[in-house]
Protein backbone atom coordinates (compact mmCIF):
# COMPACT_ATOMS: atom_id res chain seq x y z
CA UNK A 1 0.00 0.00 0.00
CA UNK A 2 1.31 3.23 -1.34
CA UNK A 3 -0.19 6.78 -1.35
CA UNK A 4 0.51 6.75 -5.70
CA UNK A 5 -1.60 3.05 -5.51
CA UNK A 6 -4.41 4.48 -2.97
CA UNK A 7 -4.35 8.08 -4.90
CA UNK A 8 -5.06 5.68 -8.24
CA UNK A 9 -8.13 3.82 -6.39
CA UNK A 10 -9.57 6.77 -5.36
CA UNK A 11 -9.29 8.20 -8.74
CA UNK A 12 -11.88 6.41 -9.85
CA UNK A 13 -14.49 7.36 -7.45
CA UNK A 14 -16.27 10.08 -9.18
CA UNK A 15 -17.53 13.05 -7.37
CA UNK A 16 -21.73 12.64 -7.89
CA UNK A 17 -22.50 16.41 -8.41
CA UNK A 18 -19.57 17.57 -10.39
CA UNK A 19 -18.73 14.55 -12.79
CA UNK A 20 -14.91 14.01 -12.19
CA UNK A 21 -13.12 12.33 -9.57
CA UNK A 22 -11.74 13.42 -6.27
CA UNK A 23 -8.21 13.46 -7.09
CA UNK A 24 -8.72 14.80 -10.28
CA UNK A 25 -10.78 17.76 -8.23
CA UNK A 26 -7.88 17.79 -5.73
CA UNK A 27 -10.71 16.69 -3.22
CA UNK A 28 -8.01 14.35 -1.35
CA UNK A 29 -6.00 14.90 1.61
CA UNK A 30 -3.61 13.94 4.28
CA UNK A 31 -3.11 10.19 3.61
CA UNK A 32 -1.75 8.92 6.16
CA UNK A 33 -0.64 5.27 6.13
CA UNK A 34 -0.04 2.98 9.40
CA UNK A 35 1.03 -0.43 8.72
CA UNK A 36 -2.59 -1.99 7.51
CA UNK A 37 -4.61 1.08 7.39
CA UNK A 38 -5.39 4.33 6.14
CA UNK A 39 -6.57 7.45 6.57
CA UNK A 40 -7.26 10.78 4.74
CA UNK A 41 -9.25 13.56 4.23
CA UNK A 42 -11.93 14.48 1.73
CA UNK A 43 -12.11 18.26 0.79
CA UNK A 44 -16.08 18.52 0.47
CA UNK A 45 -17.42 21.57 -1.29
CA UNK A 46 -20.03 22.61 0.99
CA UNK A 47 -20.54 21.19 4.99
CA UNK A 48 -24.44 20.47 4.18
CA UNK A 49 -23.49 18.03 1.70
CA UNK A 50 -26.04 15.29 1.68
CA UNK A 51 -23.76 12.72 0.14
CA UNK A 52 -20.96 11.98 2.36
CA UNK A 53 -21.86 8.82 3.24
CA UNK A 54 -21.71 7.77 -0.52
CA UNK A 55 -18.74 9.24 -1.26
CA UNK A 56 -17.13 7.48 1.77
CA UNK A 57 -18.33 4.36 0.96
CA UNK A 58 -17.10 4.36 -2.63
CA UNK A 59 -13.87 5.56 -1.40
CA UNK A 60 -13.71 2.30 0.99
CA UNK A 61 -14.77 0.09 -1.78
CA UNK A 62 -11.83 1.14 -4.39
CA UNK A 63 -9.64 0.57 -1.85
CA UNK A 64 -10.66 -2.68 -1.18
CA UNK A 65 -11.17 -3.85 -4.62
CA UNK A 66 -8.14 -2.46 -5.84
CA UNK A 67 -5.46 -2.39 -3.22
CA UNK A 68 -6.68 -5.21 -0.21
CA UNK A 69 -10.37 -6.37 1.22
CA UNK A 70 -8.15 -6.18 4.92
CA UNK A 71 -7.11 -2.59 4.96
CA UNK A 72 -8.45 -0.65 7.48
CA UNK A 73 -10.11 2.76 5.86
CA UNK A 74 -10.44 6.04 8.08
CA UNK A 75 -12.28 8.76 5.27
CA UNK A 76 -12.69 12.39 7.62
CA UNK A 77 -14.66 15.32 5.64
CA UNK A 78 -13.11 19.16 6.15
CA UNK A 79 -15.19 21.21 3.78
CA UNK A 80 -14.54 24.67 1.42
CA UNK A 81 -17.16 26.52 -0.07
CA UNK A 82 -16.59 27.17 -3.60
CA UNK A 83 -17.73 30.34 -4.95
CA UNK A 84 -18.14 32.06 -7.45
CA UNK A 85 -16.69 35.20 -5.93
CA UNK A 86 -13.33 36.32 -5.96
CA UNK A 87 -11.04 38.55 -3.72
CA UNK A 88 -11.60 41.37 -5.82
CA UNK A 89 -15.30 41.67 -5.07
CA UNK A 90 -16.35 44.95 -3.72
CA UNK A 91 -20.09 44.59 -2.45
CA UNK A 92 -20.03 41.87 0.83
CA UNK A 93 -16.57 40.65 -0.38
CA UNK A 94 -16.52 37.76 2.53
CA UNK A 95 -19.36 36.11 1.50
CA UNK A 96 -19.03 33.47 -0.68
CA UNK A 97 -22.58 32.13 -1.64
CA UNK A 98 -25.97 35.07 -2.33
CA UNK A 99 -28.99 33.20 -2.04
CA UNK A 100 -32.35 34.97 -2.88
CA UNK A 101 -35.48 33.05 -1.58
CA UNK A 102 -38.61 34.19 -3.51
CA UNK A 103 -42.09 33.65 -3.90
CA UNK A 104 -44.54 34.73 -6.93
CA UNK A 105 -47.59 35.51 -3.72
CA UNK A 106 -47.63 36.32 -0.04
CA UNK A 107 -48.90 33.13 1.59
CA UNK A 108 -46.65 30.16 0.97
CA UNK A 109 -44.57 30.12 3.95
CA UNK A 110 -41.56 32.35 2.18
CA UNK A 111 -40.39 33.37 5.31
CA UNK A 112 -40.62 30.21 7.31
CA UNK A 113 -39.11 28.17 4.41
CA UNK A 114 -35.79 30.69 4.57
CA UNK A 115 -35.57 30.97 8.43
CA UNK A 116 -35.33 26.76 8.53
CA UNK A 117 -33.29 26.55 5.28
CA UNK A 118 -30.53 28.98 6.82
CA UNK A 119 -30.72 27.07 10.00
CA UNK A 120 -30.56 24.09 8.36
CA UNK A 121 -27.34 25.35 6.79
CA UNK A 122 -25.82 26.38 10.00
CA UNK A 123 -26.74 23.27 11.52
CA UNK A 124 -23.94 21.52 8.77
CA UNK A 125 -21.25 24.11 10.04
CA UNK A 126 -21.76 26.75 7.56
CA UNK A 127 -21.49 30.54 8.64
CA UNK A 128 -25.07 31.91 7.87
CA UNK A 129 -26.48 35.07 7.58
CA UNK A 130 -30.13 35.81 7.14
CA UNK A 131 -31.59 39.17 5.60
CA UNK A 132 -35.19 40.09 5.68
CA UNK A 133 -35.65 41.84 2.87
CA UNK A 134 -39.33 41.74 2.88
CA UNK A 135 -39.78 45.69 4.33
CA UNK A 136 -43.44 46.02 4.56
CA UNK A 137 -43.97 42.87 6.22
CA UNK A 138 -41.12 41.87 8.55
CA UNK A 139 -41.19 38.80 10.14
CA UNK A 140 -37.49 37.13 10.64
CA UNK A 141 -37.44 39.28 14.40
CA UNK A 142 -40.71 36.99 15.55
CA UNK A 143 -39.93 33.85 14.10
CA UNK A 144 -36.54 34.20 15.66
CA UNK A 145 -37.56 35.86 19.06
CA UNK A 146 -35.97 39.23 18.51
CA UNK A 147 -39.26 41.29 18.83
CA UNK A 148 -37.87 44.89 20.50
CA UNK A 149 -34.56 44.33 20.56
CA UNK A 150 -32.25 46.95 18.30
CA UNK A 151 -28.67 46.31 17.15
CA UNK A 152 -26.06 47.51 18.01
CA UNK A 153 -23.36 50.16 15.99
CA UNK A 154 -19.45 49.56 15.91
CA UNK A 155 -16.60 51.43 14.15
CA UNK A 156 -15.27 49.22 11.40
CA UNK A 157 -12.06 50.57 9.23
CA UNK A 158 -13.54 54.50 9.82
CA UNK A 159 -16.78 53.72 9.09
CA UNK A 160 -19.98 53.21 11.43
CA UNK A 161 -21.52 49.18 10.76
CA UNK A 162 -24.73 48.13 11.79
CA UNK A 163 -24.07 44.63 13.79
CA UNK A 164 -26.71 42.03 12.88
CA UNK A 165 -28.14 40.12 15.52
CA UNK A 166 -27.17 36.73 16.23
CA UNK A 167 -29.85 33.74 17.20
CA UNK A 168 -29.75 30.54 17.15
CA UNK A 169 -25.92 30.28 15.57
CA UNK A 170 -26.94 32.82 12.63
CA UNK A 171 -26.45 36.32 12.07
CA UNK A 172 -29.63 38.46 11.47
CA UNK A 173 -30.63 41.86 10.10
CA UNK A 174 -34.61 43.35 9.52
CA UNK A 175 -35.92 46.17 8.88
CA UNK A 176 -38.49 44.43 11.90
CA UNK A 177 -35.34 45.46 14.34
CA UNK A 178 -34.89 48.84 13.33
CA UNK A 179 -38.63 50.38 13.80
CA UNK A 180 -41.64 49.44 15.98
CA UNK A 181 -43.38 46.62 14.66
CA UNK A 182 -47.10 48.27 15.43
CA UNK A 183 -45.55 51.17 12.86
CA UNK A 184 -46.45 50.37 9.42
CA UNK A 185 -43.56 51.21 6.92
CA UNK A 186 -45.39 53.48 4.30
CA UNK A 187 -42.54 54.24 1.87
CA UNK A 188 -41.97 54.63 -1.89
CA UNK A 189 -40.23 52.05 -3.78
CA UNK A 190 -36.93 54.25 -3.61
CA UNK A 191 -36.99 54.28 -0.21
CA UNK A 192 -37.58 50.83 0.72
CA UNK A 193 -34.58 50.14 -1.84
CA UNK A 194 -32.70 52.69 -0.13
CA UNK A 195 -33.11 50.71 2.84
CA UNK A 196 -32.15 47.19 1.24
CA UNK A 197 -28.92 49.03 0.23
CA UNK A 198 -28.43 50.03 3.43
CA UNK A 199 -28.63 46.43 4.67
CA UNK A 200 -25.68 45.35 2.12
CA UNK A 201 -23.42 47.85 2.46
CA UNK A 202 -23.63 49.64 6.28
CA UNK A 203 -24.18 46.06 7.81
CA UNK A 204 -21.30 43.63 8.74
CA UNK A 205 -22.11 40.94 7.78
CA UNK A 206 -18.60 39.81 8.25
CA UNK A 207 -17.13 35.96 6.62
CA UNK A 208 -20.46 33.92 5.65
CA UNK A 209 -20.82 30.65 3.39
CA UNK A 210 -24.11 31.57 2.97
CA UNK A 211 -26.12 34.80 3.04
CA UNK A 212 -29.67 33.88 2.40
CA UNK A 213 -32.29 37.01 1.46
CA UNK A 214 -36.14 36.73 2.35
CA UNK A 215 -37.60 38.44 -0.34
CA UNK A 216 -41.18 39.89 -0.34
CA UNK A 217 -43.56 38.65 -2.35
CA UNK A 218 -44.32 38.92 -6.01
CA UNK A 219 -41.95 41.00 -8.59
CA UNK A 220 -41.11 44.65 -7.60
CA UNK A 221 -38.64 47.35 -6.42
CA UNK A 222 -36.67 45.42 -4.32
CA UNK A 223 -36.31 42.23 -6.19
CA UNK A 224 -34.41 45.06 -8.70
CA UNK A 225 -32.47 46.29 -6.70
CA UNK A 226 -31.24 43.37 -5.01
CA UNK A 227 -30.55 41.49 -8.50
CA UNK A 228 -28.65 44.75 -9.15
CA UNK A 229 -26.50 45.60 -6.01
CA UNK A 230 -25.29 42.77 -5.00
CA UNK A 231 -24.07 39.27 -7.16
CA UNK A 232 -26.79 37.04 -5.92
CA UNK A 233 -25.09 32.98 -6.62
CA UNK A 234 -28.56 32.00 -7.11
CA UNK A 235 -32.70 31.78 -6.72
CA UNK A 236 -35.16 29.45 -4.51
CA UNK A 237 -38.30 29.57 -5.30
CA UNK A 238 -41.22 28.89 -2.83
CA UNK A 239 -44.81 27.53 -3.97
CA UNK A 240 -47.62 25.59 -2.41
CA UNK A 241 -48.87 22.84 -4.77
CA UNK A 242 -52.34 24.11 -5.74
CA UNK A 243 -52.51 25.88 -9.03
CA UNK A 244 -53.06 29.37 -8.29
CA UNK A 245 -49.74 29.67 -6.31
CA UNK A 246 -48.05 27.82 -8.90
CA UNK A 247 -49.52 30.49 -11.43
CA UNK A 248 -47.53 33.26 -9.64
CA UNK A 249 -43.92 30.74 -9.06
CA UNK A 250 -43.93 30.64 -12.97
CA UNK A 251 -43.88 34.38 -13.04
CA UNK A 252 -41.37 34.79 -10.29
CA UNK A 253 -39.19 32.18 -12.79
CA UNK A 254 -39.36 34.08 -16.00
CA UNK A 255 -38.34 37.33 -13.72
CA UNK A 256 -35.04 35.57 -12.98
CA UNK A 257 -35.09 34.57 -16.18
CA UNK A 258 -34.71 38.05 -17.55
CA UNK A 259 -31.51 39.07 -19.48
CA UNK A 260 -31.04 42.27 -17.16
CA UNK A 261 -31.80 40.19 -14.35
CA UNK A 262 -30.47 36.69 -15.23
CA UNK A 263 -30.16 35.05 -11.90
CA UNK A 264 -29.88 31.29 -11.70
CA UNK A 265 -32.67 29.30 -10.50
CA UNK A 266 -31.02 26.97 -7.45
CA UNK A 267 -34.19 24.80 -7.57
CA UNK A 268 -37.72 25.17 -6.05
CA UNK A 269 -39.07 23.72 -2.80
CA UNK A 270 -43.18 22.64 -2.25
CA UNK A 271 -44.40 24.20 1.09
CA UNK A 272 -47.51 22.35 2.52
CA UNK A 273 -46.93 19.59 0.21
CA UNK A 274 -49.10 17.42 2.48
CA UNK A 275 -50.47 16.96 6.32
CA UNK A 276 -50.16 13.89 8.56
CA UNK A 277 -52.38 14.35 11.38
CA UNK A 278 -50.21 12.82 14.84
CA UNK A 279 -53.20 10.86 16.07
CA UNK A 280 -53.09 8.79 12.82
CA UNK A 281 -49.29 9.33 11.18
CA UNK A 282 -50.26 7.00 8.46
CA UNK A 283 -52.73 8.66 6.76
CA UNK A 284 -51.31 11.54 4.74
CA UNK A 285 -53.70 13.74 3.31
CA UNK A 286 -52.52 16.52 0.20
CA UNK A 287 -55.01 19.54 1.72
CA UNK A 288 -53.79 21.76 -1.14
CA UNK A 289 -53.07 19.54 -3.78
CA UNK A 290 -50.27 16.94 -4.78
CA UNK A 291 -46.99 17.30 -6.43
CA UNK A 292 -47.75 20.74 -8.10
CA UNK A 293 -44.60 22.37 -7.25
CA UNK A 294 -42.50 18.64 -8.90
CA UNK A 295 -44.72 19.35 -11.95
CA UNK A 296 -43.66 22.47 -12.29
CA UNK A 297 -39.92 22.15 -11.30
CA UNK A 298 -39.79 19.13 -14.67
CA UNK A 299 -41.98 21.86 -16.83
CA UNK A 300 -38.89 24.29 -16.50
CA UNK A 301 -36.00 21.48 -16.35
CA UNK A 302 -34.99 23.15 -12.93
CA UNK A 303 -34.27 21.35 -9.72
CA UNK A 304 -37.33 19.53 -7.57
CA UNK A 305 -35.53 20.72 -3.76
CA UNK A 306 -38.43 18.81 -1.27
CA UNK A 307 -41.32 18.86 -0.15
CA UNK A 308 -42.18 20.51 3.37
CA UNK A 309 -45.03 19.33 4.85
CA UNK A 310 -47.55 20.79 6.68
CA UNK A 311 -46.92 20.37 10.35
CA UNK A 312 -48.33 22.38 13.31
CA UNK A 313 -45.35 22.65 15.01
CA UNK A 314 -43.98 24.54 12.22
CA UNK A 315 -46.47 27.09 12.34
CA UNK A 316 -46.41 26.95 16.18
CA UNK A 317 -42.01 27.28 16.22
CA UNK A 318 -42.66 30.59 14.08
CA UNK A 319 -45.00 32.02 16.37
CA UNK A 320 -43.04 31.40 19.67
CA UNK A 321 -39.74 32.23 18.47
CA UNK A 322 -38.16 29.00 18.13
CA UNK A 323 -38.01 28.23 14.96
CA UNK A 324 -38.35 24.05 14.14
CA UNK A 325 -35.45 23.39 13.41
CA UNK A 326 -34.22 23.89 16.39
CA UNK A 327 -37.30 21.86 17.88
CA UNK A 328 -37.63 18.79 18.20
CA UNK A 329 -40.07 17.55 15.07
CA UNK A 330 -38.23 14.99 13.57
CA UNK A 331 -40.33 14.80 10.38
CA UNK A 332 -40.46 18.51 9.77
CA UNK A 333 -36.35 18.72 10.34
CA UNK A 334 -35.47 16.15 8.13
CA UNK A 335 -37.58 17.68 5.51
CA UNK A 336 -35.82 20.93 5.91
CA UNK A 337 -32.64 18.92 5.90
CA UNK A 338 -33.18 16.80 3.14
CA UNK A 339 -34.17 20.74 1.21
CA UNK A 340 -31.35 22.06 2.86
CA UNK A 341 -28.79 19.28 1.46
CA UNK A 342 -30.60 19.21 -2.63
CA UNK A 343 -29.87 23.28 -2.53
CA UNK A 344 -26.29 23.59 -1.32
CA UNK A 345 -26.01 20.61 -3.80
CA UNK A 346 -27.31 22.72 -6.70
CA UNK A 347 -25.39 25.82 -5.49
CA UNK A 348 -22.09 24.22 -5.76
CA UNK A 349 -23.12 22.39 -9.12
CA UNK A 350 -23.53 26.59 -10.23
CA UNK A 351 -20.50 27.67 -8.69
CA UNK A 352 -18.94 24.88 -11.44
CA UNK A 353 -20.70 25.96 -14.16
CA UNK A 354 -22.92 22.33 -13.97
CA UNK A 355 -25.58 23.08 -16.79
CA UNK A 356 -29.58 23.25 -15.45
CA UNK A 357 -30.13 20.31 -17.38
CA UNK A 358 -27.76 18.15 -15.07
CA UNK A 359 -28.75 19.83 -12.03
CA UNK A 360 -32.33 19.02 -12.46
CA UNK A 361 -31.44 16.05 -12.38
CA UNK A 362 -31.85 16.06 -8.06
CA UNK A 363 -34.96 14.48 -7.17
CA UNK A 364 -36.09 14.16 -3.96
CA UNK A 365 -37.57 10.48 -3.58
Known sequence: MTVENLLKA??????????????????????????????????????ACPLKDLIKNS??????????????????????????RTDQEIVLPKVKNIIAVVSGKGGVGKSTVASNFAL?????????????????????????????????????????????????????????????????????????????????????????????IDMPPGTGDIHLTVLQSVPVTGVIVVSTPQDVAL?????????????????PIIGLVENMSYFIAEEAPQHIYYIFGKDGGKRLADEYDIPFLGQIPLIQNIREGGDEG?????????EARRAFHEFAGNAA????????????????ELVVT
Not at 252 to 259: D, E, L, P, V
Request: proline share 4%; glycine share 8%; hydrophobic share 45%.
Open 120 to 212: ALAADGAKVGLMDADIYGPSVPIMFGLRGQRPMMQNINGKGMILPMEKYGIRVMSIGLLVDEKDAVVWRGPMASSAIKQFISEVFWDELDYLV
Open 247 to 263: ADAKKAIAMFGQTQLKA
Open 322 to 330: KPVMIGENL
Open 345 to 360: RSIAMINANINTEKRA
Open 59 to 84: CILAIHEMIGNEITVNVNFISEMNSK
Open 10 to 47: LSTVQEPDLGKDLVTLNMVRDIVINGNSVSFTVVLTTP
